[in-house]
């Protein structure tokens, strides 16, 4: 961390092509509230996004948006009756607080209430600025305390890994089947991870570059399929679609077998999309959504602790914040990159 005379560094996007490290004061916890000391901060598709767009979907950036929700670090400071952290302790964060009031939030669902707030998100005005800053202030429960031995770095990815456990979770029990991955972005590296965990039996991936194919093999892929190779010959119980695009929607949808099911985790672009919606229909396939996660930060931990999760192959690259301008191109090259962390210790502030 790096915070001089009560000022601080933060990632700062603007509008589409403008991204700013600059200087804000460091954020004092109120009651119940948590300062975080960060040091790693994963870029995800949707820093991404904001960056080059900025926008994600119909989310415009209206204001200046710290970026950043993928994050871990160290206690800093504790706001008024905050008993369960102490300053120093590695945490990591959970960067949504639904409204705990709606259908969706009573009936055991909040990563689906349509009133949550999301870290680093624009879909709100004002925006949730993120944490891609040297201090975050976050509510008390919000703060994941890490498991003892569990490095930051690794916990950078457990909300990214948290995504993924969701979308397994929605196969029910994935112990020995045969399940197809479309896109071997971090999310479905991830969900490869996930799919070991859980004991699938085969774990086919597919992608359009061989670099990102290399890493799901290193994860525990059982077979990898470059797409301009072909993907007619592709089977599976069950489809995990990780690419965003209705082309991998339709290598789902053509892949699983009769009465199949397919979850759909990856943001297609904005609008309709073109899909083989038919073959729902005539095979009785089921599909169902997988957005963000609830409470599987746990999980992801324990898997992580006991060595069932991995995920080092999935971080590809840490680049420290002053070099904020290399940073982002690599995390936007799936054939330089795979995950890349932005790295707040040191540099200047
Ligand atoms: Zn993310
Ligand atoms: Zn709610």
Redesign the pocket.
Same mark, same amino acid.
């Given at each position: 961390m790096a915070v001089l005379d009560g000022t601080m560094r933060a990632v700062v996007v603007h509008g589409a092509g403008d991204l700013r490290l600059e200087h804000r004061d460091v954020p004092a916890p109120g009651p119940g509230e948590v300062a975080i000391a960060v040091r790693y901060g994963g870029i995800c598709g949707s820093d991404l996004h904001y960056w080059r767009h900025g926008a994600v979907g119909e989310f415009r950036v209206r204001e200046p948006l710290v970026l950043g929700h993928e994050v871990a670090g160290t206690v800093h400071a504790l706001g008024d009756g905050v008993e369960s952290v102490t300053v120093g302790a590695p945490v990591t964060v959970h960067p949504a607080t639904?409204?705990?009031?709606?259908?969706? /939030?009573?009936g055991g669902r909040?990563n689906? /209430?349509?009133?949550?707030r999301y870290l680093g998100s624009a879909a709100r005005f004002p925006h949730v600025q993120g944490g891609f800053a040297d201090v975050l202030v976050v509510r008390e429960d919000q703060v994941i305390a890490l498991p003892a031995g569990l490095d930051l770095r690794r916990a950078a990815v457990v909300e990214p890994a948290s995504v993924a456990w969701h979308a397994v979770r929605q196969l029910g029990d994935a112990r020995d089947s045969r399940v197809l991955v479309t896109g071997a972005g971090p999310i479905g590296c991830l969900v490869v991870s996930a799919l070991r965990a859980a004991g699938a039996a085969e774990i086919v991936v597919t992608d359009v570059h061989p670099e990102p194919l290399a890493v799901a093999a290193a994860l525990g892929a059982t077979r990898t399929v470059l797409v301009g190779d072909g993907t007619d010959d592709l089977t599976a119980d069950a489809a995990i679609e990780s690419s965003g695009s209705p082309a991998g929607f339709n290598t789902c949808l053509r892949a699983v077998d009769r009465g199949g099911l397919v979850v759909g985790l990856g943001l297609l672009p904005p609008g309709d999309s073109p899909i083989a919606a038919n073959l729902i229909v005539t095979r009785e396939l089921r599909v169902v959504g997988s957005f963000r996660f609830d409470r599987e930060p746990g999980d992801v931990l324990a898997a992580l602790s006991d060595g069932r999760l991995a995920v080092d192959p999935v971080i590809t690259q840490v680049v420290p914040l002053d070099a904020l301008g290399d940073a982002f191109p690599l995390a936007g090259d799936p054939t330089r990159s795979c995950k890349v962390l932005l790295d707040f210790a040191g540099g200047t502030p």
């Open positions: 639904p409204c705990g009031a709606c259908r969706q /939030c009573l909040p689906i /209430c349509p009133n949550a």
